[in-house]
């Protein structure tokens, strides 16, 4: 199993991001796929998760009407689109697949800051 995040970066507050994980290594498109974030100090906690088809969606409420989730099957990717960035969003965001014991990927740094 691998998962890549990418997407992540410095951006202003209000501003947007989105991010993306390429999957491989399990059967995607039978898995749900959810994101989580982690910042220092923190333990890290669930932003999203969206069904194997893509048809349920789950927020953590903080990331309710400003991030949406969604993937694509046929690329095996899950992306986060993130607006309206505050700068408590600022964190390593993880995309996790809830297979087994569970597997993550490496993560991607978001900060926000002017």
């Known amino acids: 199993v691998q998962l890549v995040e990418s997407g992540g970066g410095l951006v202003q507050p209000g501003g947007s991001l989105r991010l993306s994980c390429a999957a491989s290594g399990f059967a995607f498109s039978s898995n749900d796929m959810n994101w989580y974030r982690q910042t220092p100090g923190k333990e890290r906690e669930f932003v999203a998760a969206?069904?194997?088809?893509?048809?349920?969606?789950n927020y953590a409420e903080f990331a309710k009407g400003r991030f949406i989730i969604s993937r694509d099957n046929a690329k095996k990717m899950v992306y986060l689109q993130m607006n309206s960035l505050k700068p408590e969003d600022t964190a390593v965001y993880y995309c996790?697949?809830?297979?087994?014991?569970?597997?993550w990927g490496q993560g991607t740094q978001v900060s926000v800051s002017s």
């Open positions: 996790k697949v809830p297979l087994g014991i569970g597997y």
């Open positions: 969206i069904s194997r088809g893509g048809l349920n969606r």
